[in-house]
């Protein structure tokens, strides 16, 4: 799930429907962070809204934060391969026509069988049509020559776009080499959006920060949209007891989600997508309302330090 912004000043909507928060003055001019700012909510390897053991939970949390009446657009990302995620956003697309902007994905890598998980994806969700159609974790240097080579699923989405079925095209990713793999991904084609990790230990990866640098100033000279992943990861579960709906450890003490979420939210041009867990949502929206100033990186490293927290790549 995730949330769009209200406009108040008078700047023309991008080409690609987000922009940077509900008081800010609009993407690409606006200055990327401050109260209310974007964001999308990941459904992870779960079902969505949250934890699909408590539905009540679930409809009450998602609802309550949602349709609060703060802001006007939701965006509602899921996946194909997520489960029945599609099937449980479903309803609130019915319930609230013209409110999300609805985006999905698919791992399929040829051309038929992507379209027809399209279809089904439309089904499922209910509608004519998807906002935003993504590439899923499109990695592997086998899978991404076959995906956008002719005969991959890139022809698909280039058909679906031209058919009305899908508006934007975008890929996703996860691993040290995703931003390099999105660079050369966007020398292949023009995709509207991209997917990737960023928080602030990643980004001591050398070779990670020089791929993300160069592809954000890819991104903002062709009005590209990135969006970010794994802001308050602290590292792999390994054998310790998974206590939330995410593959990975997450931070959970709200001072250092603070610190995690503050340090992206002080980057312009970019996106946070919040954690798949509906009991950390409360925490990052309230870290966002506060957010004022990027804490340095002495502060991100004493995070670092204090919470044990290693890369989830490298």
């Known amino acids: 799930m995730g949330i769009d912004y209200v406009q108040l000043n008078p700047v023309l909507p991008p080409p690609f429907p987000w922009s940077v928060g509900r008081d800010d003055d609009g993407w690409p001019v606006g200055n990327g962070g401050g109260p209310n700012a974007t964001f999308v909510q990941e459904a992870g390897v779960n079902p969505l809204p949250g934890n699909p053991n408590s539905p009540e939970v679930n409809q009450q949390a998602d609802?309550?934060?949602?349709?609060?009446?703060?802001?006007?657009?939701?965006?509602?990302?899921?996946?194909?391969?997520?489960?029945?995620?599609?099937?449980?956003?479903?309803?609130?697309?019915?319930?609230?026509?013209?409110?999300?902007?609805?985006?999905?994905?698919?791992?399929q890598r040829s051309k038929r069988p992507a379209r027809e998980e399209?279809?089904?994806?439309?089904?499922?969700?209910?509608?004519?049509?998807?906002?935003?159609?993504?590439?899923?974790?499109?990695?592997?240097?086998?899978d991404w020559d076959t995906a956008l080579s002719p005969g991959g699923v890139i022809e698909a989405a280039v058909e679906a776009r031209n058919e009305g079925l899908v508006r934007f095209i975008g890929v996703t990713g996860h691993g040290a080499q995703i931003?390099?793999?999105?660079?050369?991904?966007?020398?292949?084609?023009?995709?509207?959006?991209?997917?990737?990790?960023?928080?602030?230990?990643?980004?001591?990866?050398?070779?990670?920060?020089?791929?993300?640098?160069?592809?954000?100033?890819?991104?903002?000279?062709?009005?590209?949209?990135?969006?970010?992943?794994?802001?308050?990861?602290?590292?792999?579960?390994?054998?310790?007891?998974?206590?939330?709906?995410?593959?990975y450890e997450p931070l959970t003490d709200q001072r250092d989600i603070d610190l995690a979420v503050w340090w992206v939210l002080g980057r312009s041009g970019i996106f946070l997508n919040t954690a798949g867990d509906v009991n950390l949502l409360p925490k990052l929206l309230d870290a966002a309302d506060r957010f004022e100033m990027r804490p340095g990186d002495e502060a991100m490293a004493e995070l670092i330090r204090r919470s044990a927290q290693e890369p989830l790549f490298v």
């Open 63 to 107: 609802d309550d934060y949602y349709f609060a009446g703060v802001y006007t657009n939701v965006i509602a990302s899921v996946a194909a391969s997520y489960g029945d995620a599609e099937l449980r956003v479903a309803p609130w697309l019915k319930r609230e026509p013209n409110h999300f902007f609805v985006a999905t994905k698919t791992g």
């Open 179 to 247: 931003a390099a793999n999105h660079r050369r991904s966007l020398e292949r084609f023009d995709f509207d959006s991209v997917l990737l990790p960023y928080n602030f230990i990643t980004m001591q990866l050398r070779y990670y920060e020089e791929n993300f640098e160069a592809l954000s100033a890819t991104c903002r000279e062709r009005n590209v949209a990135v969006q970010t992943i794994k802001s308050i990861a602290l590292r792999p579960w390994q054998d310790r007891p998974r206590t939330a709906n995410t593959w």
């Open 118 to 142: 399209l279809h089904r994806s439309l089904d499922r969700l209910g509608v004519d049509h998807v906002d935003l159609w993504q590439l899923h974790n499109l990695a592997d240097p086998i």
